[in-house]
Nanobody
């Protein structure tokens, strides 16, 4: 079992920055990938970014590429999502998720929710115009 807890959400003006954290506890040694997803009101949950826990290989949705950066601190069992130049369209609840399936080092994370085994409770990000 793994428990994921997100933090760092809040209200920010367009053009501002936030850093989200995803703290993992429990069977963290089995994590292969951590991904970030988001869900805006009335929309489906969508992929944002992912990181291979061992190789640190990353992948991003086109909509956030160049503005968001995913990283992880192995010693703290925490993944981060640094979000810069935020736009009102980034307003959503942000979720982190963990994939426990053994993955090769070149694997940078799935964009499909079904590939992830555990999910956090989410943190709200609101970007005002």
């Amino acid at each position: 079992q793994v428990l994921l807890v997100e933090s760092g959400g809040g209200l920010v003006q367009a053009g501002g920055s936030l850093r989200l954290s995803c703290a993992a506890s429990g069977r963290t040694f089995s994590i292969s990938v951590v991904g970030w997803f988001r869900q805006a009101p009335g929309k489906e949950r969508e992929f944002v970014a992912a990181i291979n826990w061992r190789s640190e290989r990353t992948s991003y949705a086109d909509s956030v590429k160049g503005r968001f950066t995913i990283s992880r601190d192995n010693a703290k069992n925490t993944a981060y999502l640094q979000m810069n130049n935020l736009k009102p369209d980034d307003t959503a609840v942000y979720y982190c998720a963990a994939d426990f399936t053994g993955r090769p080092s070149y694997y940078s994370g799935a964009r499909s929710m079904g590939e992830y085994d555990y999910w956090g409770q989410g943190t709200q990000v609101t970007v005002s115009s």
